[in-house]
Protein backbone atom coordinates (compact mmCIF):
# COMPACT_ATOMS: atom_id res chain seq x y z
CA UNK A 1 0.00 0.00 0.00
CA UNK A 2 0.92 3.68 -0.92
CA UNK A 3 2.46 6.02 2.17
CA UNK A 4 0.02 8.49 1.31
CA UNK A 5 -3.60 6.56 1.19
CA UNK A 6 -5.74 6.91 -1.70
CA UNK A 7 -9.63 8.11 -0.56
CA UNK A 8 -12.65 7.28 -2.06
CA UNK A 9 -15.65 9.58 -1.49
CA UNK A 10 -18.80 7.66 -1.20
CA UNK A 11 -21.71 10.26 -2.27
CA UNK A 12 -21.50 14.05 -2.22
CA UNK A 13 -22.85 14.82 0.80
CA UNK A 14 -22.36 18.01 2.11
CA UNK A 15 -20.66 17.11 5.42
CA UNK A 16 -17.75 15.68 2.64
CA UNK A 17 -17.96 18.87 0.72
CA UNK A 18 -17.59 21.44 3.84
CA UNK A 19 -15.75 19.70 6.10
CA UNK A 20 -14.21 16.08 5.28
CA UNK A 21 -12.88 16.25 1.82
CA UNK A 22 -10.72 19.43 2.77
CA UNK A 23 -9.68 17.86 5.50
CA UNK A 24 -8.07 14.74 4.08
CA UNK A 25 -6.83 16.66 1.46
CA UNK A 26 -4.66 18.75 4.49
CA UNK A 27 -3.57 15.46 5.92
CA UNK A 28 -0.09 14.66 5.30
CA UNK A 29 -0.77 10.80 4.61
CA UNK A 30 -3.70 10.98 2.49
CA UNK A 31 -5.21 11.93 -0.82
CA UNK A 32 -8.36 12.21 -1.93
CA UNK A 33 -8.24 10.48 -5.66
CA UNK A 34 -12.02 9.88 -6.68
CA UNK A 35 -15.80 10.80 -5.51
CA UNK A 36 -19.03 9.17 -6.87
CA UNK A 37 -22.27 10.15 -6.52
CA UNK A 38 -25.34 8.27 -8.26
CA UNK A 39 -25.21 10.64 -11.86
CA UNK A 40 -21.87 11.10 -13.37
CA UNK A 41 -22.78 15.21 -13.72
CA UNK A 42 -22.90 15.45 -9.86
CA UNK A 43 -19.92 13.64 -9.15
CA UNK A 44 -17.92 15.91 -11.91
CA UNK A 45 -19.48 18.87 -10.67
CA UNK A 46 -17.75 18.17 -6.47
CA UNK A 47 -14.51 16.92 -8.25
CA UNK A 48 -14.62 20.09 -10.18
CA UNK A 49 -15.15 22.16 -7.50
CA UNK A 50 -12.75 20.39 -5.15
CA UNK A 51 -9.98 19.39 -7.47
CA UNK A 52 -10.53 15.60 -6.92
CA UNK A 53 -9.03 13.94 -10.14
CA UNK A 54 -11.71 11.16 -10.46
CA UNK A 55 -15.06 11.38 -10.76
CA UNK A 56 -17.75 7.86 -10.54
CA UNK A 57 -21.77 8.32 -11.72
CA UNK A 58 -22.05 5.15 -9.51
CA UNK A 59 -20.99 4.27 -6.25
CA UNK A 60 -20.31 0.48 -7.54
CA UNK A 61 -17.62 2.23 -10.02
CA UNK A 62 -16.07 3.80 -6.63
CA UNK A 63 -15.79 0.48 -4.70
CA UNK A 64 -14.17 -1.40 -8.17
CA UNK A 65 -11.65 1.27 -8.32
CA UNK A 66 -8.15 -1.08 -7.78
CA UNK A 67 -6.87 2.92 -7.05
CA UNK A 68 -8.45 3.43 -3.70
CA UNK A 69 -7.04 2.35 -0.77
CA UNK A 70 -10.16 3.10 2.04
CA UNK A 71 -13.25 5.22 1.38
CA UNK A 72 -15.11 7.75 3.38
CA UNK A 73 -18.59 6.75 3.42
CA UNK A 74 -21.21 10.37 4.31
CA UNK A 75 -24.32 8.64 2.99
CA UNK A 76 -28.03 8.86 5.24
CA UNK A 77 -27.97 7.55 8.21
CA UNK A 78 -29.79 4.67 6.61
CA UNK A 79 -27.42 3.48 3.67
CA UNK A 80 -24.35 3.46 5.77
CA UNK A 81 -24.66 -0.71 6.93
CA UNK A 82 -25.18 -1.39 2.96
CA UNK A 83 -22.69 0.45 1.41
CA UNK A 84 -20.41 0.26 4.11
CA UNK A 85 -20.46 -3.97 3.75
CA UNK A 86 -20.26 -3.39 -0.47
CA UNK A 87 -16.84 -2.04 0.39
CA UNK A 88 -15.71 -4.76 2.82
CA UNK A 89 -17.23 -7.15 0.67
CA UNK A 90 -14.73 -5.55 -1.93
CA UNK A 91 -11.82 -5.35 0.42
CA UNK A 92 -11.90 -2.02 0.67
CA UNK A 93 -11.28 0.01 4.55
CA UNK A 94 -14.24 2.31 5.67
CA UNK A 95 -14.36 5.51 7.48
CA UNK A 96 -17.75 6.05 8.27
CA UNK A 97 -20.34 9.06 8.93
CA UNK A 98 -21.70 8.81 12.67
CA UNK A 99 -23.67 7.37 13.86
CA UNK A 100 -23.06 3.74 12.48
CA UNK A 101 -26.14 2.38 11.42
CA UNK A 102 -30.23 2.39 12.22
CA UNK A 103 -29.35 0.25 15.32
CA UNK A 104 -27.23 -1.75 17.27
CA UNK A 105 -27.81 -4.79 15.16
CA UNK A 106 -27.27 -3.18 12.06
CA UNK A 107 -24.05 -1.49 13.72
CA UNK A 108 -22.77 -4.67 14.30
CA UNK A 109 -23.45 -6.78 11.29
CA UNK A 110 -21.19 -3.45 9.56
CA UNK A 111 -18.53 -4.77 12.04
CA UNK A 112 -18.84 -8.56 11.94
CA UNK A 113 -18.15 -7.88 8.26
CA UNK A 114 -14.83 -6.28 8.20
CA UNK A 115 -13.44 -8.51 11.52
CA UNK A 116 -14.22 -11.43 9.64
CA UNK A 117 -12.16 -9.66 6.36
CA UNK A 118 -9.28 -8.35 8.54
CA UNK A 119 -10.14 -4.78 7.21
CA UNK A 120 -10.41 -1.77 9.06
CA UNK A 121 -12.99 0.20 10.03
CA UNK A 122 -13.99 2.89 12.11
CA UNK A 123 -17.00 5.92 13.19
CA UNK A 124 -16.12 9.07 11.93
CA UNK A 125 -16.52 10.98 15.38
CA UNK A 126 -14.02 13.16 14.77
CA UNK A 127 -14.05 15.55 18.03
CA UNK A 128 -12.47 12.56 19.70
CA UNK A 129 -8.93 13.66 17.97
CA UNK A 130 -9.13 17.02 18.92
CA UNK A 131 -6.25 18.16 21.60
CA UNK A 132 -9.39 19.93 23.74
CA UNK A 133 -10.96 16.34 24.21
CA UNK A 134 -7.53 14.64 24.99
CA UNK A 135 -6.87 16.91 27.61
CA UNK A 136 -10.44 16.56 28.92
CA UNK A 137 -10.33 13.50 28.79
CA UNK A 138 -6.78 12.99 30.53
CA UNK A 139 -7.89 15.67 33.67
CA UNK A 140 -10.88 13.19 33.97
CA UNK A 141 -8.69 10.28 34.62
CA UNK A 142 -6.12 11.61 36.42
CA UNK A 143 -8.75 12.74 39.42
CA UNK A 144 -8.54 16.23 39.37
CA UNK A 145 -12.12 16.42 39.25
CA UNK A 146 -12.30 13.71 42.64
CA UNK A 147 -15.27 10.97 41.98
CA UNK A 148 -17.31 12.26 38.75
CA UNK A 149 -20.77 12.76 40.25
CA UNK A 150 -22.82 13.79 36.78
CA UNK A 151 -21.90 15.08 33.25
CA UNK A 152 -24.51 17.54 31.18
CA UNK A 153 -24.27 17.86 27.19
CA UNK A 154 -26.45 20.07 24.93
CA UNK A 155 -26.20 19.75 21.07
CA UNK A 156 -28.60 21.86 18.94
CA UNK A 157 -28.55 23.87 16.05
CA UNK A 158 -31.70 25.09 13.86
CA UNK A 159 -32.25 23.12 10.86
CA UNK A 160 -32.54 25.46 7.78
CA UNK A 161 -34.65 23.46 4.79
CA UNK A 162 -37.64 21.34 5.53
CA UNK A 163 -36.48 18.89 3.11
CA UNK A 164 -33.20 18.20 5.05
CA UNK A 165 -32.08 14.59 4.86
CA UNK A 166 -32.19 15.19 9.23
CA UNK A 167 -35.94 14.96 8.93
CA UNK A 168 -36.55 12.16 7.04
CA UNK A 169 -37.77 8.70 9.22
CA UNK A 170 -36.63 6.71 6.19
CA UNK A 171 -33.38 7.96 6.23
CA UNK A 172 -32.75 7.40 10.00
CA UNK A 173 -32.65 11.18 10.65
CA UNK A 174 -33.82 12.82 13.92
CA UNK A 175 -32.12 15.42 16.54
CA UNK A 176 -30.70 12.20 18.75
CA UNK A 177 -29.18 10.27 15.80
CA UNK A 178 -27.86 13.45 14.30
CA UNK A 179 -26.08 15.38 17.32
CA UNK A 180 -27.34 13.26 20.60
CA UNK A 181 -25.00 10.97 19.21
CA UNK A 182 -22.56 13.14 20.50
CA UNK A 183 -23.95 13.86 23.61
CA UNK A 184 -23.52 10.00 24.34
CA UNK A 185 -20.56 9.30 22.69
CA UNK A 186 -18.60 11.82 25.38
CA UNK A 187 -20.36 10.58 27.83
CA UNK A 188 -19.37 6.87 27.42
CA UNK A 189 -15.87 8.57 26.19
CA UNK A 190 -15.26 10.15 29.78
CA UNK A 191 -16.93 7.50 32.20
CA UNK A 192 -15.24 4.93 30.24
CA UNK A 193 -18.59 2.92 30.99
CA UNK A 194 -21.56 1.93 28.95
CA UNK A 195 -25.17 2.73 30.36
CA UNK A 196 -27.16 0.69 32.32
CA UNK A 197 -30.52 2.40 32.14
CA UNK A 198 -31.67 5.34 29.89
CA UNK A 199 -34.83 7.86 30.31
CA UNK A 200 -36.04 9.71 27.36
CA UNK A 201 -39.00 12.54 26.58
CA UNK A 202 -38.57 13.53 22.87
CA UNK A 203 -40.97 15.93 21.24
CA UNK A 204 -41.62 14.18 17.33
CA UNK A 205 -42.25 16.70 14.46
CA UNK A 206 -46.01 16.43 12.83
CA UNK A 207 -44.84 16.55 9.82
CA UNK A 208 -41.67 15.03 9.71
CA UNK A 209 -42.44 12.00 12.24
CA UNK A 210 -38.45 12.28 13.65
CA UNK A 211 -37.28 13.75 17.54
CA UNK A 212 -36.56 17.29 16.59
CA UNK A 213 -36.44 17.74 20.28
CA UNK A 214 -35.11 14.85 22.90
CA UNK A 215 -34.07 15.05 26.05
CA UNK A 216 -32.57 11.94 27.75
CA UNK A 217 -31.04 10.67 31.16
CA UNK A 218 -28.05 7.77 30.90
CA UNK A 219 -27.13 6.21 34.55
CA UNK A 220 -23.71 4.30 34.87
CA UNK A 221 -22.53 1.57 36.86
CA UNK A 222 -20.20 4.00 38.75
CA UNK A 223 -22.94 5.89 39.92
CA UNK A 224 -22.23 8.97 37.33
CA UNK A 225 -25.62 10.48 36.11
CA UNK A 226 -25.70 11.90 32.87
CA UNK A 227 -28.16 13.83 31.50
CA UNK A 228 -28.25 15.58 28.07
CA UNK A 229 -30.38 17.61 25.41
CA UNK A 230 -30.02 17.83 21.61
CA UNK A 231 -32.49 19.15 18.73
CA UNK A 232 -32.65 20.73 15.52
CA UNK A 233 -34.66 23.63 15.83
CA UNK A 234 -32.68 25.86 18.58
CA UNK A 235 -30.20 28.05 18.36
CA UNK A 236 -26.54 26.43 18.07
CA UNK A 237 -24.96 25.11 21.38
CA UNK A 238 -22.32 22.35 21.75
CA UNK A 239 -21.45 22.08 25.31
CA UNK A 240 -20.77 19.57 27.96
CA UNK A 241 -19.56 20.03 31.74
CA UNK A 242 -18.22 17.30 33.99
CA UNK A 243 -19.13 17.89 37.53
CA UNK A 244 -17.19 15.65 40.34
CA UNK A 245 -16.71 16.10 44.46
CA UNK A 246 -13.21 18.08 44.06
CA UNK A 247 -14.29 20.05 41.13
CA UNK A 248 -15.70 21.06 37.64
CA UNK A 249 -14.66 21.07 33.88
CA UNK A 250 -16.68 23.20 31.57
CA UNK A 251 -16.51 23.26 27.45
CA UNK A 252 -18.59 25.50 25.87
CA UNK A 253 -16.83 24.48 22.41
CA UNK A 254 -17.39 21.00 22.51
CA UNK A 255 -17.90 18.82 19.06
CA UNK A 256 -17.37 21.50 15.99
CA UNK A 257 -14.10 23.34 16.34
CA UNK A 258 -13.21 25.25 13.58
CA UNK A 259 -9.23 24.43 12.18
CA UNK A 260 -8.40 27.99 13.36
CA UNK A 261 -10.40 28.23 16.83
CA UNK A 262 -8.39 27.97 20.07
CA UNK A 263 -10.67 26.42 22.83
CA UNK A 264 -11.10 26.94 26.13
CA UNK A 265 -11.53 24.25 28.82
CA UNK A 266 -12.48 26.28 31.66
CA UNK A 267 -11.80 24.08 34.98
CA UNK A 268 -12.63 24.94 39.02
CA UNK A 269 -11.15 23.12 41.66
CA UNK A 270 -12.19 23.91 45.25
CA UNK A 271 -12.07 27.84 45.64
CA UNK A 272 -9.65 28.16 42.71
CA UNK A 273 -10.12 28.49 38.67
CA UNK A 274 -8.53 28.23 35.55
CA UNK A 275 -8.99 28.65 31.80
CA UNK A 276 -6.89 26.04 29.88
CA UNK A 277 -6.35 27.18 26.10
CA UNK A 278 -5.71 24.92 24.03
CA UNK A 279 -4.20 24.86 20.28
CA UNK A 280 -6.32 25.36 17.10
CA UNK A 281 -6.71 21.68 15.60
CA UNK A 282 -8.61 20.33 12.24
CA UNK A 283 -9.87 17.34 14.21
CA UNK A 284 -11.07 16.31 10.85
CA UNK A 285 -8.07 16.08 9.44
CA UNK A 286 -6.36 14.03 12.81
CA UNK A 287 -9.16 11.93 12.14
CA UNK A 288 -8.34 11.13 8.87
CA UNK A 289 -4.38 11.03 9.74
CA UNK A 290 -5.01 8.00 12.48
CA UNK A 291 -7.10 5.83 9.84
CA UNK A 292 -4.35 6.45 7.47
CA UNK A 293 -1.50 5.48 9.27
CA UNK A 294 -3.36 2.20 11.03
CA UNK A 295 -3.74 0.96 7.35
CA UNK A 296 -0.22 2.11 6.72
CA UNK A 297 1.20 0.82 9.96
CA UNK A 298 -0.93 -2.41 10.15
CA UNK A 299 -2.24 -1.09 13.72
CA UNK A 300 -5.92 -0.70 14.73
CA UNK A 301 -7.50 2.95 14.95
CA UNK A 302 -7.56 4.90 18.17
CA UNK A 303 -11.09 3.92 18.78
CA UNK A 304 -12.06 0.02 18.12
CA UNK A 305 -15.20 -0.04 15.63
CA UNK A 306 -17.11 -1.73 18.54
CA UNK A 307 -17.62 1.15 20.11
CA UNK A 308 -20.02 2.79 17.26
CA UNK A 309 -22.34 -0.79 18.52
CA UNK A 310 -22.10 0.48 21.99
CA UNK A 311 -23.19 4.34 21.29
CA UNK A 312 -25.93 2.90 19.36
CA UNK A 313 -27.09 0.34 22.09
CA UNK A 314 -27.62 3.48 24.03
CA UNK A 315 -29.65 4.91 21.61
CA UNK A 316 -31.93 2.16 20.76
CA UNK A 317 -32.05 2.19 24.74
CA UNK A 318 -33.72 5.76 24.55
CA UNK A 319 -35.76 5.66 21.71
CA UNK A 320 -37.54 2.81 23.60
CA UNK A 321 -38.08 4.68 26.75
CA UNK A 322 -39.20 7.85 24.93
CA UNK A 323 -42.09 5.70 22.99
CA UNK A 324 -42.98 4.78 26.31
Not at 64 to 89: F, K, T, V
Not at 184 to 191: Q, W
Not at 254 to 259: K, L
Request: aromatic letters at 8%.
Amino acid sequence: MAEKIRWGILGAASIARRRVVPALQASRNGAVAAIASRTLDKAQAFADELHIPNAYGSYEELIADPNIDAIYNPLPNSEHAAWSIRCAEAGKPVLCEKPFAKDAAEAQTMVDAFARRNLTFAEGFMYRFHPQTVKVKEMADSGVLGDLTAMSVTFTFRIRSEDNIRLSKSLAGGGLMDVGCYCINVMRLMTGQEPERARAIARVGIQSGVDEWLAGILAFPSGVIGHFDCGVRAQRTHTYELRGTKGRILVETGFVMEPHETPIIRWWHGDDYEAITMPAANHYTLMAEDFADALVDKRPPRYAPQDGVDTMRAIDMLYASARG
